[in-house]
């Protein structure tokens, strides 16, 4: 049975750093790509970042760009997502993804490409 479960959401003031973790079990993803998104109340689901084994490459959407880093550790089967500088708007529960397939291109920002997914967790920051 394929996991994904996420945790280190919680609360933090606008301007501080939380670090996500997401760990896989029962499948390997050291080839594949591994995804976060989010979703804040009464709005979609939407893509924050991305990183696909070819080559480690990563994605970002706009907004998060220069303050979010995706990194994984295949080692441990297990994706994180560094978020810095956080303000209010980046509050939402996040999602982690992920495909045994690498991703490329615009596939690795749409969630009809990845095949698990975790419950999410809630991060709230407060303004």
């Known amino acids: 049975q394929v996991q994904l479960v996420e945790s280190g959401g919680g609360l933090v003031q606008a301007g501080g750093s939380l670090r996500l973790s997401c760990a896989a079990s029962g499948v390997t993803f050291s080839n594949g790509a591994m995804a976060w998104f989010r979703q804040a109340a009464g709005k979609e689901r939407e893509f924050v970042a991305a990183?696909?084994?070819?080559?480690?490459?990563?994605y970002y959407t706009d907004s998060v760009s220069g303050r979010f880093t995706i990194s994984r550790d295949s080692a441990k089967n297990t994706v994180y997502l560094q978020m810095n500088s956080l303000k209010f708007e980046d509050t939402a529960v996040y999602y982690c993804?992920?495909?045994?397939?690498?991703?490329?291109?615009?596939?690795?920002?749409?969630?009809?490409?990845?095949?698990?997914w975790g419950q999410g967790t809630q991060v709230t920051v407060s303004s």
């Open positions: 993804a992920a495909v045994r397939l690498s991703c490329s291109g615009n596939g690795c920002y749409r969630q009809s490409y990845y095949d698990y």
């Open positions: 990183i696909s084994r070819s080559v480690d490459r990563t």
